[in-house]
């Protein structure tokens, strides 16, 4: 049978059995699924059972609800495959089945037993998506760590410190954010692993400016295969091999963007660095916003 484990929280280790078509998951008495976690909505998601598949739904909670690192909208409705991370407050969490190897109980995003990993390949998981554990940990930690402080500067040190420990290919990055009143964008935060904690960089404003314009991640794995038409004279000048952006949304409003690149890697950034990146970007967003109430 299909369970909900908690891999992290308040309520770690704890794993819910799925046996109605629908349950309500919050702090409150009333809900099926109750979690301990005070940052987490008095009702705070629902889970659905169509069949075979599930689905959750964010109730307008206070803090939102992850699924693979992207921020639901309100009462918007989404299936949840096996194995993939939903967080909700500071819990971490993900729906999945056990089974014994061995006279081990094993289940999803766990550290297994030694020798296990060589079994993936041929065992019951072979064709199952297994997510990354070390960025699913990572993801919790900056939603968490990020919710806890209302200090803007607190906050953009935070991000550009994880950036750059997980993503060892970023040479140089910048937090920007957009002004309220005059809808300009400025350079809140940037840093060069060359030069630093501190600095100001020249970054492709062109790129920039088309993620905020759009609200959609640009990335280019290597400048260079790219048409020349299609390169800005910044690209050209600053000589970046390879570019990522994504913009920073809360509440369906842009905020700003978060900019990293290469200036030595062609191919630099994987999909996997993309999907990351948006990942921390989201409760980024929200923490920033939160900060500038």
């Known amino acids: ?140 930690k900056v939603s968490n760590a990020l919710t806890q402080s209302l200090d803007i500067n607190d906050i953009l040190e935070k991000v550009m410190e994880y950036l750059f420990d997980c993503l060892k290919r970023i040479d140089r990055g910048a937090v920007l954010l957009l002004d309220g009143d005059t809808g300009r964008l400025s350079e809140t935060i940037a840093r060069s692993r060359q030069d630093g904690k501190h600095t100001s960089i020249d970054y492709s404003r062109t790129i920039v400016n088309r993620v905020i314009k759009e609200g959609k991640p640009v990335t280019m794995a290597d400048t260079s295969s790219e048409l020349e038409a299609d390169l800005s004279d910044s690209i050209k000048a600053l000589k970046i091999r390879s570019v990522m952006c994504v913009p920073l949304v809360s509440r369906s409003k842009i905020r700003g963007a978060i900019y990293v690149d290469s200036l030595h890697a062609p191919h630099g950034f994987r999909k996997e660095d993309l999907q990351l990146l948006m990942g921390l970007a989201s409760p980024a967003a929200i923490a920033i916003e939160n900060a500038l109430l």
Request: net charge positive.
């Open 1 to 140: 049978m299909l369970k909900l484990f908690i891999l992290e929280g308040p309520d770690k280790g704890e794993s819910f059995e799925l046996k109605k078509d629908t349950q309500y998951l919050g702090r409150s008495e009333q809900n099926d699924i109750r979690l301990k976690d005070p940052s987490i909505s008095a009702r705070h998601m629902r889970i659905v059972r169509r069949e075979e598949r599930f689905f959750i739904q964010d109730l307008k909670s206070t803090n939102g609800t992850y699924l693979d690192g992207r921020l639901l909208s309100p009462g918007e409705e989404v299936e949840v495959q096996e194995g993939h991370p939903i967080a909700v407050g500071g819990t971490l969490m993900c729906l999945d089945r056990e089974f014994s190897v061995g006279g081990t109980l094993v289940r999803h995003a766990v550290k297994f037993p030694k020798g296990f990993r060589d079994y993936l390949g041929s065992g019951p998981y072979r064709d199952r998506p297994l997510t990354n554990l070390k960025n699913l940990q990572l993801m919790y």
